[in-house]
């Protein structure tokens, strides 16, 4: 103690150390290390993507009713973290979880957004994360020959659905619409699907053995999320009996107007092959390369 004494004044005397500089505390400020916060304090860039459904197809009282456009930030590391995490790789949530952290509002939440708009904020933070050339392989329809193509993303275009005179169906304005069926004259009542509905879809088609039948049933899961209501009755029962019994052509009529009414992002573009005349458009192949450019 007597030897820090000897060395270091006291800084009320104005006392000085023995080199001469002045006590810590006596120094002028313009000296000081800065703080981290102050040194690495920036603001990561965000984006306000269009959304192909305008807000229009959202129930009153969900944050996206009548909104146009959502704000997004850019892709960070921690995003990347997620998009290489085993467990939530093997879970199937790991894009899912990159738009929750990418999303400006709080009150949205990714598994409530409708497949379209989580499709144009995929492609916007795709974009804005890697840049809008997408570099992935792709097979010659003609030749069958596998070959590197390059894709620009952003000519991706927004389709805003047809309109529903085209589609003889009807908008509740709330987010489902009615459709009569042709054989059955029954008129169901069909809602797009969110995120969250497209992987509990995708979950009861893709499971293990125990789930075989499931696998098999892939149109009938996709009535049953698609139609909550049947002549105007909203029961399990109503609704099963449809589907166990609808007709293919009823069926197919009511695949292709929902596809028809929904709003989404058009990722067909031209395609020529390097190794036979074949030349045509093709709708963009999502692999592994899209997020993972450097897999």
């Known amino acids: 103690m007597s030897r820090n004494r000897g060395r270091v004044g006291n ?25 981290n916060s102050a040194t690495f304090s920036f603001v990561v860039p965000t984006e306000f993507v269009d959304l192909p459904s305008e807000g229009k197809y959202y129930p009153t009282g969900h944050p996206l009713h009548g909104c146009d456009t959502l704000e997004i930030r850019q892709m960070t590391a921690k995003e990347e973290d997620m998009l290489t995490s085993r467990s939530l790789l093997k ?15 709080n009150r949205v939440s990714a598994d409530s957004l409708l497949i379209g708009d989580r499709n144009a904020l995929i492609i916007a933070a795709r974009c804005s994360g890697y840049g809008n050339d997408y570099h992935t392989s792709v097979t010659c329809p003609e030749c069958s020959t596998k070959q590197a193509y390059t894709f620009d993303l952003n000519e991706a275009q927004i389709t805003e659905g047809a309109t529903f005179d085209v589609m003889e169906a009807t908008n509740n304005e709330d987010g489902t619409f009615d459709l009569q069926l042709p054989v059955t004259q029954v008129t169901v009542t069909f809602r ?12 009861s088609v893709q499971k293990g053995p125990r789930s075989k039948n499931k696998r098999d049933a892939v149109i009938t899961t996709q009535l049953r999320n698609l139609i909550v209501g049947v002549n105007g009755d909203g029961s399990a029962d109503a609704i099963n009996y449809l589907i166990n019994n609808i007709p293919s052509r009823d069926s197919r009529r009511l695949r292709n107007v929902y596809k028809l009414a929904s709003p989404d992002i058009d990722l067909t573009q031209h395609f020529e092959c390097d190794h036979c005349d074949y030349s045509n458009d093709m709708e963009v192949p999502l692999t592994a390369d899209f997020f993972w450019p450097d897999r």
């Open 91 to 105: 879970k199937g949530i790991a894009v899912d979880r990159v738009l929750q952290s990418i999303i400006v509002d």
């Open 11 to 35: 800084p009320k005397t104005g006392a000085t150390t023995q080199d001469g500089a002045p006590p810590p505390d006596l120094m002028d400020d313009s000296t000081r290390p800065q703080e």
């Open 192 to 203: 797009l699907l969110t995120g969250a509905d497209e992987r509990k879809f995708l979950n």
